[in-house]
């Protein structure tokens, strides 16, 4: 998960290691290059500039150039080591010259109007509070007809659950989520159109489980030479409490997708 948008550092070294240790190297959240693959299933990226929103490790922003065509990957994100980062990661690939990465300020985009064909974000939005004006500045930057396309950790409908306090109570960084309901009235309000919704929650309600199994066996070794073994079993602990968020139903991963008008 992304850092909060109020511009503190979220991404330490060691929890960046932790995270990779869950999903993989280069990913800060779960699925892989096959989560990234059923996001953009049936979209044609080939010769488009895309915006991603919360880059992280660019380990997205590479695959969207280098396995689905796109021709220009613009990543940004308020953390300037996970910049840095992508961006000597896109060079060791040879993608430098199509995949890019920005620091960015919270608040407004710093680009035109209507100069991306694509926005995208994949579970970075869930820790930005002002969801009316990221999804208006999406809507800003995309030309006409332009597709929003967004994978993020949304909410069950208030009040929470004391499984999803615990987990939100041990979580890093500040989150904020909207019902997927709230989000699809939020994003036709501003003007999208087509818009499409896809709940990820019983797919990762497996995967949890096996992140949970992963870490208390095979992993459990690994983890405690890495970050010692208290901080082992606080991470444990950690993934066992967002396991239950999940299964509660209050933490829902899912996919958005729309249609700016043209």
């Not at 991404?11 to 779960?30: M, N, Q, T, V």
């Amino acid at each position: 998960m992304p850092a909060g948008d109020k511009g503190e550092a979220v991404y330490s070294d060691d929890f960046i290691a932790k995270l990779e240790l869950l999903w993989g190297e280069g990913f800060l959240s779960p699925g892989g290059s096959s989560e990234i693959a059923e996001l953009f299933r049936g979209v044609d990226l080939t010769g488009a500039s895309v915006l991603n929103i919360g880059s992280g490790l660019g380990t997205m922003d590479r695959i969207l150039a280098r396995d689905h065509g796109a021709a220009r990957v613009l990543g940004v994100d308020i953390e300037a080591q996970l910049i840095e980062r992508a961006g000597a990661a896109a060079q060791r690939e040879g993608l430098a010259d199509r995949v890019s990465f920005q620091l960015v300020a919270p608040g407004p985009l710093p680009f035109p109007d209507n100069c991306f064909d694509v926005v995208t974000s994949k579970d970075a939005i869930i820790c930005i509070e002002d969801k009316r004006a990221l999804y208006a500045e999406a809507a800003r930057v995309l030309k006409p007809s332009g597709r929003l396309i967004v994978s993020d950790w949304l909410g069950g409908a208030p009040p929470y659950s004391a499984e999803m306090h615990a987990w939100m109570g041990s979580a890093p960084g500040h989150y904020f989520m909207m019902t997927p309901e709230d989000t699809v009235r939020l994003v036709g309000s501003l003007g999208f159109m087509e818009i499409e919704t896809l709940d990820r929650n019983d797919w990762y309600c497996h995967m949890v489980r096996e992140e949970v199994a992963q870490i208390s066996g095979p992993k459990r070794v690994q983890m405690a030479a890495l970050f010692g073994e208290a901080e082992a079993r606080a991470w444990i602990e950690r993934v066992g409490k967002k396991a239950a968020a999940v299964e509660a139903g209050d933490l829902r991963p899912g996919h958005l997708r729309a249609r700016k008008a043209g």
